[in-house]
């Protein structure tokens, strides 16, 4: 009898039994009670005694058959097996909570196998497999860009990203994989999320990592189980500054351990966060993380020379998003017109990627092609830019007086939050509304102001995050290959690996 049957068979005949006595009360009472309630809830309670042991019996025959594939050493099919369970669990309404362990539960049955098939041929595989969620941007990318930087030399590394933005990578000495989001196509995630849990598999597959990365604010779940299938331990760099509403409803928030192994949260210079991930994991926090190093960054005359600027002139520089700087509707054609009408001492300057579209620059705007942005930031005196998490830690760390825009249509990042908090400690201007960016632009336009706001921030220390991210993440590495540390001695005393 198998290891299920001698586990599972008592549990069955013992609801058989407390089945056949609530049958056997309930006849009782329909045959010798005249109160109609008694005989309601008799009858309810004989109905039941019928239903649940079948039940019980359909559960038990589909679990079968799932060790029963296990045994058959398919790890495709045996997701597949998963997917199809999870489905039907969606269907009749269970709680999220309880889908994830059942299907973890089942997924640890099948790990053995699917390890040894991945370790084949591990001094070949991946050390750092990072992952970035879905966007238009590369605030993701930046992020995990930033950890890998400071990665020992010689380690292999490769990323996964579902931004459109991608391309704009194509320098960053990295290989680049690519898989469009359910959003860039237009897909429901019934449709999209099988399909990219088969895909990360076969990649998992073919690089073999040791550890895998992810950065984001949901974690699909194509990767904790096939990482948890592979045995392979998951990060996720889970940037703070939630919107409270949404941090409140988040599971995987505050239930971490369900999704993934590590939990690394970068700081921010708006202000710190304790975050509750859940019992099981003990975050990891980090100073704040910014992709480009202060030893990254070109001299003023230097980063005026590569973009065609005079250096004897003053600029500020707009990186706005929120449409098109040429339509009339947008905040970056609000912000130039504002910055024409109130700090005339300035030369607006928009930075576009090298990969952008040719656009109609209007009157008034200097456009220059560069990336990153931030390597010719000594070029500008001032800056407007988004709230979001890297723009407002790259404009402080790198000392230059600034507006920030929060981006109130965020799902997540409450840029609106980030802005005030920052703007509270004199670390920049915010812009929120028509008024609060004329009067931001007017303080922007003040020399004095900015002068007295470039010596506030000449006081924040140099971050730090990216290379404690980067020893954290290296030390987790490491631990999880603590399995090549087997080796057999022989009779003659002469060591050798497993």
């Not at 039941?48 to 790890?75: C, E, H, I, N, T």
């Not at 192994?261 to 966060?273: K, R, T, Y």
């Not at 905040?331 to 990627?353: C, G, N, R, Y």
Request: proline fraction near 5%; charged fraction near 20%.
């Amino acid at each position: 009898m198998s290891e299920t049957r001698r586990t599972r068979l008592p549990k069955f005949v013992l609801l058989l039994v407390i089945s056949a006595c609530i049958l056997f009360a309930g006849v009782i009472i329909v045959l010798f009670t005249d109160s109609p309630v008694a005989t309601a809830l008799a009858a309810m309670g004989v109905l039941g005694a019928w239903f649940v042991p079948v039940l019980f019996a359909v559960r038990y025959r589909d679990r079968a058959k799932l060790v029963q594939l296990a045994s058959k050493a398919d790890v495709s099919a045996v997701i597949a097996k998963v997917e199809e369970a999870r489905a039907k669990e969606s269907r009749h309404e269970y709680h999220q909570e309880r889908s994830l362990e059942r299907i973890e539960d089942e997924l640890r049955q099948v790990h053995v196998l699917s390890t040894t098939e991945l370790d084949q041929n591990e001094t070949s595989g991946l050390d750092v497999l990072f992952v970035t969620s879905n966007g238009a941007g590369l605030g993701h990318i930046s992020r995990l860009y930033a950890i890998a930087k400071h990665l020992p030399v010689g380690r292999k590394i490769e990323f996964l990203t579902m931004s459109t933005a991608y391309e704009r990578m194509a320098g960053s000495g990295f290989t680049f994989h690519y898989f469009p989001s359910g959003d860039a196509v237009e897909e429901p995630p019934e449709t999209w999320n099988p399909i990219f849990r088969r895909y990360f598999l076969s990649l998992v597959r073919q690089v073999r990592p040791r550890l895998v990365v992810f950065d984001g604010t949901w974690v699909y779940m194509g990767i904790t189980d096939v990482c948890r299938a592979f045995g392979i331990p998951l990060v996720w760099v889970q940037r703070g500054l939630w919107k409270r509403e949404v941090d409140e409803t988040s599971t995987q928030r505050h239930h971490a351990k369900s999704v993934v192994d590590h939990v690394i949260i970068p700081g921010d210079f708006a202000g710190s966060e304790i975050v509750d991930v859940g019992r099981g994991i003990e975050p990891h926090y980090v100073a704040p993380i910014v992709m480009t190093d202060p030893h990254d960054l070109l001299d003023r005359e230097a980063a005026c020379q590569l973009l065609g600027l005079d250096p004897a002139n003053r600029y500020v520089v707009l990186n706005l998003g929120g449409g098109s700087i040429s339509d009339p509707d947008s905040i970056a054609f609000e912000t130039l017109k504002l910055i024409h009408e109130s700090a005339d001492d300035l030369t607006p300057v928009q930075v576009v990627s090298p990969l952008a579209e040719p656009s109609v620059c209007p009157p008034g705007l200097t456009q220059v092609s560069a990336y990153p942005v931030m390597k010719f930031v000594r070029a500008f005196d001032a800056m407007v830019t988004a709230a979001g998490y890297n723009s407002a830690q790259e404009a402080v760390c790198m000392r230059i007086p600034s507006i920030l825009v929060p981006n109130v249509n965020t799902i997540t990042d409450d840029q609106a939050r980030r802005a005030r908090q920052l703007a509270d400690q004199g670390l920049c201007w915010v812009a929120e509304g028509t008024d609060g960016l004329r009067t931001a632009v007017e303080q922007l336009a003040d020399i004095d102001r900015r002068l007295a706001m470039r010596e506030r921030l000449a006081n924040i220390a140099a971050p730090t995050g990216a290379s404690e991210a980067a020893v954290i993440v290296e030390d987790i590495g490491k631990h999880s290959g603590w399995q090549r540390r087997a080796a057999t001695l022989d009779s003659q005393n002469k060591q050798r690996a497993q």
